[in-house]
């Protein structure tokens, strides 16, 4: 059973920021791409979320690699799926904060 997916502020903007660099630095077509794919994935983590590996164990932060430069952070619970982040691979990893 699939469960509802929602995205925290952080991620909202964090997508925000994806598609306004995508659409500014490629095309509106990339930026739509980008989209179709990430909503792919959150399909995918609604229906099937411990088929993804966890990240940090102690908060039950999961990982989904939506691209090779985005990944996707999100938490289970009961009913439903949080997206806590939206990460840009190619930014220093000590800037993502949960």
Not at 49 to 66: A, E, G, L, S, Y
């Amino acid at each position: 059973m699939s469960k509802k997916v929602v995205l925290l502020s952080e991620a909202e903007q964090d997508l925000k920021s994806v598609m306004l660099y995508l659409n500014f630095r490629w095309s509106q077509e990339v930026a739509n791409n980008f989209l179709s794919i990430f909503h792919k994935a959150t399909h995918s983590i609604s229906n099937d979320p411990k088929r993804f590996p966890i990240f940090i164990r102690k908060m039950n932060i999961r990982k989904c690699v939506v691209t090779k430069h985005n990944i996707i952070y999100f938490v289970e619970y009961e009913d439903v799926i949080q997206i806590l982040r939206i990460y840009d691979t190619r930014q220093n990893p000590h800037k993502l904060k949960f």
